[in-house]
Nanobody, 124 residues
Framework: QVQLVESGGGLVQAGGSLRLSCAAS????????VAWFRQAPGKEREFVAA????????VYAESVKGRFSISRDTVKNTVYLQMNSLKPEDTAVYSC?????????????????WGQGTQVTVSS
């Protein structure tokens, strides 16, 4: 397992942008698939985006496709989630998760390392 620390959340108006960061405590993110999930109050956790180690290959939830972009900086051992054209329904706690050598998956059970989460609030 690897320790993950998210940052970059906050309050933004609808139509605005935020960039979330997921930093690994390990020396390297090498080999890890990293994903972002979110959970709004009273709702189940849902998949947002994921990125593979090689390629990289990216996968997005339909609800964020075209608005969000996931990327990774192998030098800084950080994965980013750029969120544009934010909507009030994007309001949630966003958490990053990682799985060593696993497939790119939308299933939260696939990931065994999780960060503490960062709050994103989009006002209308």
């Amino acid at each position: 397992q690897v320790q993950l620390v998210e940052s970059g959340g906050g309050l933004v108006q609808a139509g605005g942008s935020l960039r979330l960061s997921c930093a690994a405590s390990a020396r390297t993110f090498s080999g890890y698939v990293v994903a972002w999930f979110r959970q709004a109050p009273g709702k189940e956790r849902e998949f947002v985006a994921a990125i593979s180690w090689s390629g990289p290959r990216t996968v997005y939830a339909e609800s964020v496709k075209g608005r969000f972009s996931i990327s990774r900086d192998t030098v800084k051992n950080t994965v980013y989630l750029q969120m544009n054209s934010l909507k009030p329904e994007d309001t949630a706690v966003y958490s990053c998760a990682a799985d060593l050598w696993g497939p790119v998956s939308v299933n939260a059970d696939q990931y065994d390392s999780w960060g503490q989460g960062t709050q994103v609030t989009v006002s209308s």
